[in-house]
C-alpha cells in the first residue's frame, strides 16, 4: 500500500513546538488507529519518508523509533518497517525484539553521527561529514610500508597484544608528543579504536548517573552524545571569544563537575582556538579546583598559516590534563586508530575496562601507523594535505562571500575542517536544510552541537572533503537554497493574512 496517498496533503507545522519527527510519527498513528493503513501494511524506507516530508533523513527515522517504541510498528531487517497492530499468527511468534531492548536516546539527533558516516543520497553533495579527502589518503605509502616489511614482521606481533595497545606504537606516540612539548612514555599511552572510544570509555569510569560535566556549547556531537548516555548533567560554558572562567569556576564551587571536556585548538564546530594565556589561566584554575581536563586535539595539526598555541596537556603542571588524539583526521578514518595520553593510574583502568569492548584494537593498524611515524611519513604528509586543505579553505571562503553574504555570516577558520556559519536573516537551520535538500546539498544544523536549545540559525559545512570544483558547486546550490527562502519570506510578508475559524 502506497503511504504517500494518504499523507502527500498533509504539511508539517514547523512553527509548532512538538519536534518535526513527533508530528510525523502523530500522523502516521492516526492513520493506523483509524484503520487506514491496516496490520502488516509496509511503510516507506526512511529516505522516501523524509522526501514525503521534505525533512532529513535522521527525522523520519526517529519518527519510525517512535512508532517503534509505541508497538504500533516493527522493523524487519533486509524487509522494511511495518504495521504491527493485529499482526498474524506467524508474526505474534515472532521474537518482540524492540520489546527486549533497554532504553536508548529519543534526541530527534541520536543517529546522527551515523548517518554523517553512511553512504549520503545519491545526487546530494554532502558538506556534512567531517572527513579528510579519500582522494589525499596516503594508501601507496602505506602499501609500500606493507609490501616492503610483511617479511619481517613477528607473526606474535598479529596475535593478541597487550589491551593497553602495540607496544612499538605507543613508544612512537610517546616520542611524537614529547615534540610536542608533551612529556610522556608508554605507560602514559593508551591506543583506542578511534578517539570516540576514549570519551566512551572515561564516561565508564569516571561518571555515573547525576554527575556533573562542563562543556562548551556548541561543541562536538559525539562527546555531547556520550556524556549524555552517561547519565551526566551537562554546564553549559558559552563558546564565544573568551573562555568565561569566572562562570567555569562558578559551576566548579556549585556543581563539583567530575571533568571539563574542551576542545582548544580549531574547535568543533567553531573553529575557535583558545589564546596562550587563556590556556594557562585555564590550567591555574583546574589545578586549584583539582579539575579533570579531557582535551580533545584532532585538528592542531591541520593549522594553514600560524601554527596554534602548545596543547594545554604541554601546560600540564597538576597531572589533571587527558589528552585525545586520532589519525583519523590526518591520515585516513578507516584505520580507526586514535590514543589517548593521562596518568599511569588511569592508563590501568581504562585499559580494564577496554578488555571488555575489543579485548586490544586492530593489530595491523597499529603495525602500520608504527612503520609511517618511525620512517617519518607523517611530516610529509602533513605538508601536502595542509596545503590541498588552504586552499580548498580559501575557495569556499571566497565563493561564500560572494554569493551568500547577504543571507549568512561566517569567520574563516585557521585550521580544521570547518566553516561555522549563521544566518542573518528570518528563518532557521532546519528549514535551510529541509529546502537545500530539495538542491541537493546537505550540511549539519547548528542545534545538533549544543546541549541546550538554542535559536537555531547556525550550521556547519566542512571544506576538507570534497575538491575545489565540488566546493563551488556545493556553494551555489547554498546560494540558490537561500535565494529560493528569501523569495518565500517576501511573498509570505505580502500575502493577506487568514484567520481560520475556532474549532
Known amino acids: 500500500m502506497d503511504i ?78 511495518y504495521v504491527t497492530q493485529g499482526r498474524d499468527d506467524k508474526a505474534l511468534t515472532e521474537v518482540p525484539w524492540p520489546q527486549l531492548f533497554t532504553a536508548y536516546p529519543l534526541n530527534p539527533l541520536a543517529s546522527i553521527l551515523r548517518d554523517l558516516v553512511s553512504t549520503p543520497t545519491p545526487g546530494t553533495l554532502s558538506l556534512g561529514a567531517g572527513m579528510p579527502d579519500p582522494a589525499l589518503y596516503p594508501l601507496e605509502t602505506f602499501t609500500e610500508l606493507y609490501n616492503c616489511n610483511i617479511g619481517r614482521v613477528s607473526p606474535g606481533d598479529f596475535g593478541h597484544i597487550p589491551t593497553e595497545g602495540y607496544n612499538p606504537l605507543r613508544m612512537a606516540i610517546a616520542a611524537m608528543l614529547s615534540e610536542k612539548g608533551i612529556p610522556a612514555s608508554t605507560e602514559n599511552i ?69 571533568l571539563l571536556y574542551i ?28 579539575l579533570v581536563i579531557v582535551e580533545d586535539d584532532p585538528y592542531s595539526d591541520l593549522h594553514y598559516g600560524e601554527q596554534p598555541p602548545q596543547a594545554l596537556k604541554a601546560l600540564d603542571s597538576y ?14 578514518p578507516g584505520l580507526r586508530t586514535g590514543y589517548l595520553a593521562g ?23 597499529q603495525w602500520l601507523v608504527t612503520m609511517f611515524l618511525n620512517e617519518e611519513k607523517l611530516a610529509e604528509h602533513l605538508t601536502t594535505v595542509r596545503r590541498e586543505y588552504k586552499k580548498r579553505r580559501d575557495t569556499m ?21 570547518y566553516f561555522w556559519c549563521k544566518l542573518i536573516k528570518s528563518g532557521t537551520s532546519q528549514r535551510l536544510l529541509q529546502e537545500a535538500a530539495k538542491n541537493g546539498i546537505s550540511f549539519v544544523p547548528g542545534e545538533a552541537f549544543h546541549t541546550v536549545p538554542t535559536l537555531d540559525k547556525e550550521f556547519r559545512l566542512c571544506f576538507t572533503t570534497h575538491n575545489e570544483e565540488v566546493l563551488l558547486e556545493g556553494v551555489q546550490r547554498l546560494a540558490k537554497t537561500l535565494t529560493q527562502i528569501t523569495k518565500t519570506n517576501k511573498e509570505n510578508d505580502s500575502a493577506p493574512s487568514s484567520v481560520r475559524p475556532i474549532i
Not at 562542563?214 to 559525539?222: A, D, L
Not at 597531572?319 to 585516513?332: C, D, E, N
Not at 549568512?408 to 585557521?414: C, K, S, V, W
Open 190 to 258: 593508551l591506543t583506542l579504536s578511534g578517539s570516540q572510544q576514549g570519551l566512551y570509555l572515561l564516561s565508564k569510569v569516571l561518571l555515573e548517573p547525576g554527575d556533573y560535566v562542563v562543556m562548551e556549547s556548541p561543541t562536538f556531537i559525539g562527546a555531547i552524545q556520550v556524556f549524555q548516555a552517561a547519565g551526566a548533567r551537562v554546564l553549559s560554558l558559552p563558546c564565544s571569544e573568551k573562555l568565561s572562567l569566572e562562570l567555569l569556576e562558578d559551576f566548579l564551587i556549585r556543581y563539583r563537575p567530575k
Open 4 to 81: 504517500s496517498s494518504f499523507l502527500n496533503s498533509t504539511e508539517l507545522d514547523t512553527m509548532d513546538k512538538q519536534p518535526l519527527y513527533l508530528q510525523i510519527a502523530s500522523l502516521i498513528a492516526d492513520k493506523i488507529q483509524k484503520q487506514i493503513l491496516p496490520s502488516g501494511t509496509k511503510l516507506p524506507p526512511e529516505r522516501e519518508l523524509a522526501d514525503l516530508f521534505a525533512v532529513s533523513r535522521t527525522t523520519a527515522i526517529n519518527a519510525y523509533r517512535k512508532l517503534e517504541q509505541q508497538g504500533m510498528v516493527w522493523t524487519k531487517a533486509g524487509s522494511g518497517t
Open 263 to 290: 576542545l582548544p585548538t580549531y574547535q568543533n564546530p567553531t573553529g575557535r582556538v583558545m589564546p596562550e594565556n587563556e590556556r594557562q589561566d585555564l590550567i591555574k584554575l583546574a589545578k586549584r579546583h583539582r
Open 343 to 365: 596518568p599511569p593510574v588511569l592508563i590501568n583502568r581504562l585499559a580494564l575496562e577496554k578488555q571488555y569492548i575489543d579485548l586490544h584494537s586492530n593489530n595491523i593498524a
Open 319 to 332: 597531572g589533571g590534563v587527558v589528552y585525545l588524539g586520532t589519525f583519523s583526521k590526518i591520515l585516513f
Open 397 to 417: 571562503a571566497k565563493a561564500l562571500q560572494r554569493l551568500c553574504a547577504n543571507d549568512i555570516e561566517f569567520t574563516i577558520p585557521g585550521g580544521g575542517f
